[in-house]
């Protein structure tokens, strides 16, 4: 009997500790306190794509936005097709998690986070300052995994993880989510993306 009565505090312990734990958790502030949403139109992604097909842009930022305790960013890469790999092309970002949303087109993708031949990509590259933050570019991946993404695909390569497109068959074009935690990328709203648009002329 005094097992059983033992037994039963531990467990009235046990899941008030975790009733106690839920409502502390359910405690909290918000991380972004009084934070607007950002509304990106179909309309102004389709000018981006216009844009990188136009001038051969592969890589695009659309918005770069302070949600708290990180940043985002939404981007457009538009690729043009591809038989073979360039060298030194495997890419890697440090900071920056990216998930892409494929939109048209297809290609094969190779991923993988034991990089080989890894060279630091310099600060001032165009990457490094306005779209991914610091990374390198490297030679090859040791083991890596191959994907072949379509249309309605969604692909996730964390910070730190080695990617490249090894062949694309005519195009691919794919909408960017960047989650940046260390706030490494410019901020950017909706007047500086329809500045860049004009320069571009769209």
Excluded: W
Aim: aromatic share 4%; with cysteine; charged share 20%.
């Amino acid at each position: 009997m005094r097992k059983i009565t033992l037994g039963v505090v531990v467990v009235g312990m046990v899941v008030g500790a975790f009733l106690l734990g839920r409502v502390s958790a359910q405690d909290v502030e918000p991380s972004c306190e009084m934070c607007p949403a950002t509304y990106v139109s179909a309309a102004e992604i389709e000018r981006y794509v216009a844009v990188g097909r136009a001038d051969r842009i592969t890589d695009q930022q659309v918005r770069s936005i302070d949600i708290g305790k990180s940043n985002v960013q939404i981007a457009i890469a538009h690729r043009g097709a591809l038989s073979e790999p360039r060298p030194n092309s495997v890419a890697s970002h440090d900071l920056v998690t990216e998930v892409y949303v494929v939109l048209s087109g297809s290609g094969t993708n190779r991923t993988g986070p034991d990089l080989v031949g890894r060279r630091r990509r310099p600060p001032d590259n165009r990457a490094v300052q306005f779209l991914n933050g610091p990374g390198n570019n490297s030679a090859d991946m040791r083991n890596p995994q191959t994907y072949e993404l379509k249309a309605g695909d969604v692909f996730v390569i964390p910070a730190g993880t080695g990617h490249q497109f090894t062949k694309i068959d005519d195009h691919i074009t794919y909408l960017m989510v960047r989650i940046d935690p260390d706030k490494v990328v410019p901020l950017m709203d909706e007047a500086a993306s329809g500045a860049y648009l004009a320069e571009h002329g769209q």
